[in-house]
């Protein structure tokens, strides 16, 4: 999907592209073995979606930001921060669920780990691969706020920005903590799984980035409100078609192996909603199959078959529907550029749809 | 050791407390689940050395920043920010390395388990622990960039503050890598270990610290000169100091069980020093028990009597020597001031010199 005008994007690969040679050159300085670390930093810069500079880029465009001129550099600085950030929790999030992969490549960890193997050092592979992810997580969540303070816009514009950006992190690692939290007591309610998207991925994805490039721009309560109203609804919608996608996805499309999300057990509201839809002795033979590690390609048809059969797919559909509808809806009396407005309905289709 | 003048320490615990009270409001507001992760945060928080706040208020002073007046309780809460960027890598340090306990107590990872536990939740104890303490880790490294932002000192002066601890941060992460690198190497070298001192102890313990609190006042390039030239002896020094508490320190001191640097395998100056000067059969044995992570107390007594008479520690305890007066005369011909000199004396000595 293109999310982000071509000079945009282009602007913001050579932001971050930029930012992270400096970053190199500061750490050759040091040892000349941290190359790896950058190295494995800049792989995850690529290939991204771009959607949190995206949303920023438009809150920013919302509120009246210029799509041109001497200040897209500065701006595009701004919201390509955002993908360390999220690099940086990328990086951490696969050490805790301890996932081989990541957009098809190995995971930072498992980098490390063949790294390791292959230098035939001494001690755990596994340990030197979760300490080393964990060093690269820790830098490149000090290097966003870094790039964002170094962006160049005004400092009053990027003091609002920070605010942002503290909650929005905040509120991230909230929202992953309670997603652990619900994972190990093996809840199974639609509103917790509600409550996890609501900071993990809502604010975090949506409405947070959209608030960031909106106060960079200078934005007044009722945007800032109308914004709430849709990310918090779109950002719900793309977590609830990414439960879909770690159900029923073609690992060719998400780059993670069929029913990953169903061996590792991930808490989401499609598998409560099926739970609670379907007869006893098929949520018996649901939770026997649901997060085992081990699961065999037909134990995963088999999930994916009692899951269908509850028509919990159909519900999570309803759910995105409305959820779609109700965001495009929220920005419908707000004092949003329409520009902005246009391509954020866009974005809410493009974000959610089914993958085709 | 009193490194701080008693009203500073208080000044500095007070801001601590409230900071922390303000995220505890902010994380109660999402989820009361939450609170556990402040709690943990809050004890990390208590109890510690204040070495780094330490050197930075020194900092201060030595550029001629006021110890008392209207900016106290700003600078306060500036240089009490690195308490939590400490607290973040002490609970990432302990993940990585697994350790069981910090300063006496459960290391943070293990607190997290041991509510996994107690609830009786399902999956890995140890992975539930890991992953809560990831996302801790990663919580104060945020919050302390926060806690520095809002500390009400002059914009200009935070700017030049936060330019400091970026580099401080990829200074101390690069550190850490390197470490956890020539630890897997099996590195036997001096030089190597002197190098990860340089970056995971001294930067960030002395030399940036003070660095810090000097451009919050405002300070002249000599006197950042005058306190690289400090920072990096005396923090060198202490990390040997530490090297030797490793492997000679009184649990009831040290916090951490007898041997533990030795049951880990810590490649440090004081054991590539003992295997160079031993010969080619204590060698052998000093290698065959050294990171056994199963030794008995009776291996460590060996391992410590292999070192001892290597003559490792007396070469040791005058690199500490020499590093100590080394520092102190880098601020004998500089622009600092008195009572900031004379406390800096005091502290070079305080924090290198053997427990009593």
């Known amino acids: 999907m293109t999310i982000l005008p071509t000079d945009v994007a282009a602007t913001i690969d050579r932001a971050l592209r930029e930012f992270l040679a400096g970053q190199r050159e500061r750490m050759l300085a040091i040892a000349p073995e941290l190359g790896e670390l950058v190295a494995v930093a800049g792989e995850f810069l690529t290939g991204g979606k771009r959607l949190r500079p995206a949303f920023a880029y438009w809150g920013w465009r919302g509120a009246g930001g210029a799509g041109d001129g001497p200040h897209l550099r500065s701006l595009a600085t701004a919201v390509g921060s955002l993908e360390l950030l999220h690099a940086s929790a990328l990086i951490h999030d696969d050490v805790m669920d301890s996932s081989d992969s990541r957009r098809g490549r190995p995971a930072a960890h498992r980098r490390f780990g063949a790294l390791h193997r292959e230098g035939g050092w001494s001690g755990s592979t596994d340990s030197f691969g979760a300490a080393a ?77 959209l608030h960031l490039g909106a106060e960079l721009a200078g934005a007044t309560p009722e945007l ?20 879909m996608l770690g159900v029923f996805g073609d690992p060719a499309h998400t780059g993670k192996p069929a029913g990953d999300d169903l061996r590792e057990g991930k808490r989401t509201a499609l598998v409560a909603l099926a739970a609670q839809r379907s007869a006893p002795e098929a949520v018996a033979r649901l939770w026997r199959l649901f997060g085992d590690p081990q699961l065999t390609p037909d134990g995963v048809a088999l999930l994916q078959a009692l899951i269908r059969d509850s028509g919990a797919p159909e519900v999570v559909e309803a759910m995105i529907a409305e959820r779609v509808e109700a965001g495009v809806a929220a920005l419908g009396g707000a004092p949003v550029e329409p520009a902005a407005a246009a391509a954020l309905r866009d974005l809410a289709i493009a974000a959610t749809a089914r993958p085709r």
Chains 1, 2 share one sequence.
Do not use: N
């Not at 992953?176 to 994972?183: A, C, P, S």
């Not at 409100?225 to 977590?239: N, V």
């Open 224 to 243: 800032l409100a109308a914004f709430t109203g849709y990310g918090t609804a779109i950002g719900e919608a793309y977590q609830l078609r990414d439960d």
């Open 133 to 209: 992810a964990i060093i690269l997580g820790d830098l490149c969540l000090t290097w966003s706020v870094e790039m964002l303070r170094g962006c160049g816009l005004p400092p009053e514009a990027i003091q609002r920005g920070h605010a942002i950006v503290d909650l929005m992190c905040t509120e991230v690692m909230a929202g992953q903590y309670l997603d652990v939290l619900e994972q190990a007591r093996g809840t199974q309610s639609v509103d917790a799984a509600l409550r996890v998207a609501r900071y993990k991925t809502a604010a975090y994805t949506v409405e947070r980035p």
